[in-house]
């Protein structure tokens, strides 16, 4: 009799937790990857993003521990006093929530700055943050923290939100490409004028290395960056060197280097994401896929599917044939995330609300 009512109370924990969160409790073991994050609910949405994430338990130092198995379930359930657990969003076909009003008193959203300035209260800095489309959350210093010079100093911070494929390599028999919908969600009537300067490399002043698939691609990651005034882009392994220096530039000729400069408050060229790239594989991040026939229908499954955010297609030559005509559908996290979060008496921190805006 008890260990039947032990299984019911096991099959009810679970129905409740695939809608819910399970508190004091952790899912041990099979993770994937962890970040920080400010609540539970964000977890649960970096997880949801997140292409491998199917479950995940959180703590109380902002830790997101993102999991998966093969079965789609922990494989045990222990107590665990200040861990909340809980379940991917991805099979409920959901729209994300990536609105995040709560604002985390004496929690620090550390590092990220691009910039500050002085100001009354938390709101205006929240509104300042809003209104910047480069701005995705911000730490505001209180009239009562304990360095006099810092108060009322509102900090705006940037992650990326735009998908950006952590690995791009050659590799015979593939096409990769992007979801056709749109890489920018802001329009400007003005469209930027841009230049390329071939066998060119811009010396120095790197703070960021990502990777592109083009010089164009570089030239878009750079111009939606708030501190990249320029950047260089190696072709022979696909390395897209943001740098920052307003005051200086030094340009030598290199071969195999593009090289070219931010572009701001302009809309912004995004012909790149219209492109097949043959041989060239975005390697890893996959969340499924399927067979189709051509590499066509591919990007038309990738566009039509709201997770997908660009693509790897197995062409017919590919030198395993039974991964020939095989799509891949891929994607990142691209929602605010914070790199680093802490306690810190008397700041706040919080989330641009340009998410939670009503159509």
């Not at 409740?16 to 949405?45: A, I, K, R």
């Not at 938390?122 to 304990?146: A, H, I, K, W, Y």
């Not at 891949?328 to 008397?346: A, E, Q």
Request: overall charge negative.
């Amino acid at each position: 009799m008890l260990t039947v009512l032990l299984v019911l109370v096991s099959v009810v924990v679970l129905l409740t937790t695939q809608q819910g969160f399970l508190l004091n409790v952790d899912f041990p073991g099979s993770d994937v990857v962890d970040m920080y994050s400010p609540s539970v609910e964000h977890c649960q949405e970096l997880c949801t993003q997140h292409p491998s994430c199917l479950f995940f338990s959180y703590n109380r130092s902002f830790r997101c521990y993102m999991k998966s198995s093969s079965s789609g379930h922990p494989q045990s359930q222990v107590l665990l006093l200040g861990v909340t657990s809980g379940y991917s969003l991805k099979t409920c076909n959901l729209e994300p929530t990536l609105c995040f009003p709560q604002v985390f008193e004496d929690v620090e959203f550390h590092g990220e700055d691009y910039e500050t300035f002085f100001t009354a209260n938390f709101e205006e800095c929240q509104r300042v943050c809003t209104l910047d489309p480069m701005c995705q959350f911000f730490t505001f210093v209180t009239g009562n923290f304990s360095s006099p010079d810092v108060r009322y100093k509102c900090h705006l911070k940037f992650s990326w939100f735009v998908p950006r494929p952590v690995a791009v390599v050659l590799k015979s028999g593939v096409i990769s490409g992007f979801s056709q919908k749109p890489q920018l969600t802001q329009h400007f009537a003005t469209v930027c004028q841009s230049h390329l300067f071939s066998n060119t490399e811009f010396r120095g002043n790197d703070f960021l290395e990502s990777q592109a698939v083009s010089p164009e691609h570089c030239q878009f990651l750079c111009s939606v960056h708030p501190l990249c005034t320029y950047f260089s882009f190696s072709s022979n392994d696909f390395r897209c060197f943001l740098k920052n220096n307003p005051n200086s530039m030094v340009a030598k000729t290199k071969s195999n280097f593009t090289s070219g400069i931010s572009s701001h408050l302009c809309q912004i060229d995004e012909s790149w994401a219209k492109l097949t790239y043959r041989d060239i594989e975005f390697r890893g991040l996959d969340f499924r896929s399927e067979v189709v026939n051509f590499v066509d229908i591919c990007q038309e499954k990738c566009t039509e599917d709201p997770n997908c955010q660009f693509y790897t297609y197995h062409n017919g030559s590919f030198f395993h044939p039974e991964n020939r005509h095989r799509c891949y559908m891929k994607r990142v996290v691209t929602m605010p995330t914070p790199s680093h979060i802490r306690k810190v008496d008397n700041v706040m921190s919080g989330f641009t609300l340009r998410n939670c805006r009503s159509s």
